[in-house]
């Protein structure tokens, strides 16, 4: 019996690192980002609704530099001089030339100085669940706090001044990118030679410049091509250790590289990496800018965080020198995704444009093994049914049936538990002074009888590495993100919005976010304790303690976990006690609840 209860302290304490996690952690967390939210909403709403925005900057305040720190220096050339980071968006979009970009999915526009990718919101994606809050904009122009953005240029020498942060350069008049309408931009340097680069852009995220460099000159010339993603902030509020967010790249055969945001302003340089094949970038939860050098030229890849200025984080990569002889042409091609972490389309890319090991742009975790079959069952499930948590419920239940198994032969063997309760008792009686003729006596009870003490608790046991993965689905998934289940769930990723402290909404306050115990987790917990009320009661007080107060720890602990996660928890609580309550009357044992519930009540009115 002395196993039996360190196996349940043990298990309940595993389960307990996540849970605490969630509520000394993220809860907060999630409650700073709540403000946040309301506060950068309404900032958007008094400047300009429909963009993020940041306090105008003063007219003529002048810009300012931002040397590479000593021993960082990057492998590319070095960009603009940072500006103070004050401007407006609409400031900064009218400094500079631009090709506007319109695609069904993306909006914003490329500035001619240094052909940037610099001005990307989305359509189809919001701030909040309300379709009326302002967009997601991912990329911003230098001159503004939340600076982003991606950019190709050259290095090398003897070859005249090189297309780079500073380069302006030249457009067709009006010309607008569409997936139906690339645009192509030209340069020509004090050396005859010309870059002319075409930008196009298919229907979803994925943009592709095909270089042209042209040698009108008499001599040869030697040009390194170089790309990089550049941002100025990092996630205000950072996510939980579910999910990675920061520098991340794939190799050759190095394969998978990457750097938290910490992790790069402890080192800040990741040493350069060789390849011929791969892609790099920055990621934070939902959205990320990826860029894909063209396969079969090598180039060297590197993370870089510059700290002296405007703080900087660098991905960058830098191509082998390509020779081009008087007269002749060369054609280098690239490609950059700036988008939302879509599954079906992140995994399109890596299949049909041929880019290595794409899909880790996705962080599915450790557990990728179960947590990625587990998305596509859902979300299967949920083009069938058009509700993810309707395709939740039904994945409850198809777990249920699969291990029915083994969840019928623990009920079994808590049915014969039950009957033992007797001898149990009695032997306890016999030997009250000596625990160790306790331990042996019983368990030659459990093997006489052919019971495991343990196999009750398989059921729980077996929950958490699903309980793990649907996590990480609800967690990183954006598919998930402001999907609505029915009634007031209308975001399964997130917390029950209601509160038993504000009478579910009924008192006209809010409740602070480790109070708000909404009616979802309360279920959990109802149900959870009738679970346990189901089973005998265990002998061992430390069993009994923990039985007890289980439910209670838990409905306070799990109520900031994602409702999506609640609501399997929940629904698998009732079906299994409706397994547990058929297949202990099958086998003749009497169902506990009532007798149980009574039990505790009178004990209490005995203590009273």
């Given amino acids: 019996m002395e196993k039996n209860k360190n196996f349940l302290i043990a298990m309940a304490l595993s389960i307990a690192v996540l849970v605490g996690w969630q509520f000394l952690v993220v809860s907060p967390r999630l409650e700073a980002q709540r403000q946040a939210q309301i506060e950068a909403q309404q900032s958007a709403q008094a400047q300009n609704p429909g963009s993020l925005q940041t306090p ?11 040397p590479i720190p000593s021993g960082r220096e990057s492998l590319v050339p070095s960009g603009n001089a940072a500006l103070p980071g004050t401007a407006t968006r609409e400031a900064a979009l009218a400094e500079t030339p631009r090709i506007a970009i319109d695609t069904p999915t993306l909006v914003g526009s490329i500035s001619l100085r240094g052909a940037r990718l610099d001005d990307l919101r989305f359509k189809n994606y919001h701030e909040t669940v309300d379709d009326s809050s302002p967009d997601i904009v991912l ?3 230098e001159a503004t706090a939340a600076a982003y953005y991606a950019e190709f240029g050259y290095a090398g020498q003897n070859a005249g001044t090189l297309p780079g942060p500073t380069t302006v350069w030249q457009a067709e008049t009006g010309a607008t990118l569409t997936p139906a309408t690339p645009v192509t931009l030209t340069y020509t340097n004090d050396s005859n030679v010309t870059f002319r680069r075409q930008v196009a852009i298919d229907q979803n995220y994925m943009f592709t410049m095909t270089d042209t460099v042209e040698n009108a000159g008499t001599a040869p010339v030697a040009v390194a091509p170089y790309g990089r993603v550049v941002r100025f902030t990092k996630p205000e509020i950072a996510s939980a250790w579910v999910v990675f967010e920061g520098l991340l790249g794939v190799f050759g055969e190095e394969g998978v590289s990457e750097a938290t945001f910490s992790k790069i302003e402890d080192e800040g340089r990741i040493q350069p990496v060789k390849a011929s094949s791969g892609w790099l970038g920055i990621t934070d939860k939902y959205w990320a800018t990826a860029l894909v050098p063209q396969a079969g030229q090598p180039f060297q890849a590197e993370f870089l965080y510059q700290a002296t200025g405007r703080p900087q984080y660098h991905s960058s990569y830098l191509g082998d020198a390509v020779t081009v002889a008087p007269g002749q042409s060369t054609e280098i091609v690239s490609r950059t995704f700036a988008g939302p ?6 995994d399109g890319y890596e299949e ?14 450790w557990f990728f093994f179960i947590t990625r079959p587990l998305f596509h069952v859902i979300d299967w499930l ?10 939740i419920l039904i994945v409850t239940v198809a777990l249920k049936l699969v291990f029915f198994p083994l969840a019928s032969k623990s009920y079994k063997s808590m049915a014969k538990m039950k009957d033992i309760q007797p001898k149990i008792l009695e032997m306890r009686e016999r030997y009250a002074d000596d625990k160790a003729k306790q331990q042996q006596a019983m368990m030659e009870i459990y093997k006489t009888e052919k019971i495991n003490p343990a196999a009750g ?8 590495p699903v309980f793990f993965a649907l996590y990480k689905v609800l967690y990183v998934t954006i598919e998930m993100r402001h ?6 769930i209308q975001d399964l990723a997130a917390p029950d919005p209601t509160s038993l402290f504000n009478l579910f909404g009924l008192l006209p306050y809010d409740v602070p976010i480790y109070l708000a115990i909404g009616v979802w987790p309360l279920l959990m917990g109802i149900t959870m304790f009738i679970q346990m009320k189901l089973n005998p009661t265990p002998p061992d007080p430390t069993q009994k303690m923990i039985f007890t107060w289980m439910p209670v720890i838990f409905t306070y602990m799990m109520h900031t976990f994602p409702s999506g996660l609640i609501i399997y928890w929940t629904w698998n609580n009732f079906l299994s006690i409706i397994q547990q309550s058929v297949i202990m009357k099958r086998n003749g044992t009497k169902i506990e609840l009532l007798d149980n519930l009574r039990d505790m009540f009178k004990r209490k009115n005995k203590e009273a």
């Fill in 56 to 66: 105008q900057v003063p007219a003529g305040s002048a810009q300012t530099t931002a």
């Fill in 139 to 141: 990329l911003s122009p």
């Fill in 341 to 346: 972490k879509v599954v079906d389309l992140i």
């Fill in 352 to 365: 049909n444009a041929g880019i290595q090991q794409f899909g880790q742009l996705i962080d599915w975790g």
């Fill in 382 to 391: 949920f083009n069938f049914t058009g509700n993810f948590g309707a395709a």
């Fill in 457 to 464: 608790c398989w059921p729980m046991l077996v929950q958490i």
């Fill in 483 to 488: 999907a609505p289940f029915f009634g007031w």
